[in-house]
């Protein structure tokens, strides 16, 4: 298993950006899938974007395409996820999170990190 801790977070205008950072610990991070999860008040939590250990192969949910960019840094253990045009409804608590691999489904992801608040204002 790999230890998963967010930053960047935080309060932005509707129409900004924010790039989240996620840093693993542990063995074999380049060998994992990595995704990024969101759940707002209220709400179940949704499967926001993934990338597979090459960077070749990413998924996006629709609602993020265009907008969102996730990349990862296998030589800094870290992922990333480029938040622009970001909207009121991306307001959410962003999960980082680790899998053996690649999906858009939450139970498939064994890693998860504590999560890092993101607010939209219009």
């Known amino acids: 298993q790999v230890q998963l801790v967010e930053s960047g977070g935080g309060l932005v205008q509707a129409g900004g950006s924010l790039r989240l950072s996620c840093a693993a610990s542990g063995r074999s991070f380049s060998s994992y899938a990595m995704g990024w999860f969101r759940q707002a008040p209220g709400k179940e939590r949704e499967f926001v974007a993934a990338i597979r250990w090459s960077s070749i192969i990413t998924y996006f949910a629709d609602s993020v395409k265009g907008r969102f960019t996730i990349s990862r840094d296998n030589a800094k253990n870290t992922v990333y996820l480029q938040m622009n045009s970001l909207k009121p409804e991306d307001t959410a608590v962003y999960y980082c999170?680790?899998?053996?691999?690649?999906?858009?489904?939450?139970?498939?992801?064994?890693?998860w990190g504590q999560g890092t608040q993101v607010t939209v204002s219009s």
């Open positions: 999170a680790a899998s053996q691999k690649m999906s858009r489904e939450g139970a498939e992801f064994g890693s």
